[in-house]
């Protein structure tokens, strides 16, 4: 089971999170950036700190967040490669704007467990509902640590 990038981007909230985050910054510097210069085209004053201070904000969450978002592809891809698949029941399902929870029970090993997954509202994630069967990829050697395969792995 190989994990599609796409997929990963479209569902897992903290994925999300943590490469978009770096982006917006950069994009605020940006535009700070622009602002000054066109202030200083027309002839107005303008405070030199605001580009540096968002020079400084983008570095820091750059450092911060690509770390964050590089080890959480990788765990991602890494959990799948050995992950064995497990059929689950959603137990509830919460959401709030765009973002939410799906929790759901299976049995490993004659073993019962409960766990979620933080999502992103997507195609895939609207249609769920409780109580509907799904596929999981549970971690033999962590069997409490399972992902909702459907939000990782691309549909044939």
């Known amino acids: 089971m190989k994990p599609s990038l796409q997929k990963i981007l479209s569902g897992d909230y903290l994925a999300i999170l943590s490469g978009l985050f770096p982006i917006v910054m950069w994009l605020l510097f940006i535009d700070s ?5 066109i202030q200083k085209l027309l ?15 983008a570095i820091c969450t750059t450092i911060l967040f690509v770390p964050i978002f590089y080890y959480r592809i990788q765990s991602i891809y890494l959990h799948f490669r050995t992950a064995i698949e497990v059929e689950g029941i959603i137990t509830r399902i919460v959401r709030y704007k ?3 929870r799906i929790e759901f029970d299976y049995i490993y090993e004659d073993q019962a467990y409960h766990a979620g997954n933080a999502i992103h509202r997507n195609k895939f994630t609207r249609s769920l509902k409780e109580r509907d069967a799904i596929i999981l990829a549970v971690s033999p050697t962590n069997p409490q640590k399972a992902l909702i ?3 990782y792995i691309q549909e044939e």
């Open 33 to 37: 950036l622009t602002i000054a210069v």
């Open 43 to 57: 002839g107005k004053g303008i405070n030199d700190n605001d580009p540096a201070i968002f020079t400084w904000i």
């Open 98 to 100: 765009d973002r939410g």
């Open 149 to 151: 395969k459907g939000l």
